[in-house]
């Protein structure tokens, strides 16, 4: 019996949920309250991604955020929910190129 494991060249690394990804997220809403971007880092952090919020205005926070598929899902959903000074109406992602970061940087630190 052959236990080899053999990769579908036409199947998309993005669909892996063993390869690590980057993508950007745009958090929209009302999302201005200075504790969100500390909240984002550590929430990222406990998720074990590495990262940096890159912008933060009163509408909207911008991030890069790599890791495995499902964490970044969970960051997604941590995000959308965040914390009570803050109403997330959306989150927009985007795959972007792999970011070689070790740990997760924020504006706020």
Same mark, same amino acid.
């Given at each position: 019996? /052959? ?11 993005? /669909? *892996?949920?063993?390869? @690590? ?5 745009? #958090? ?10 500390? &909240?984002?880092?550590?929430?990222? =952090? =406990?998720?074990?991604? =590495?990262?940096?919020?890159? =912008?933060? @205005? %009163?509408?909207?926070? *911008?991030?890069? #955020?790599?890791?495995?598929? /499902? ?13 009570? @000074?803050? &109403? #997330? @109406? ?6 972007? %190129?792999?970011?070689?970061?070790? *740990?997760?940087?924020?504006?706020? *630190?």
């Amino acid at each position: 019996m /052959d236990h080899t494991t053999t990769r579908d060249p036409d199947r998309d690394s993005a /669909d *892996d949920p063993m390869i @690590e990804q980057s993508q950007s997220f745009v #958090v929209l809403g009302d999302v201005g309250a200075p504790i969100f971007a500390t &909240w984002i880092a550590r929430h990222a =952090r =406990r998720l074990g991604l =590495r990262g940096a919020i890159l =912008r933060q @205005e %009163a509408d909207r926070i *911008d991030l890069v #955020v790599t890791g495995l598929p /499902d964490l970044l899902d969970a960051m997604a959903l941590g995000c959308s929910l965040g914390p009570q @000074e803050v &109403w #997330v @109406e959306r989150i927009d992602r985007t795959p972007t %190129a792999l970011q070689n970061l070790n *740990d997760f940087a924020s504006i706020a *630190d």
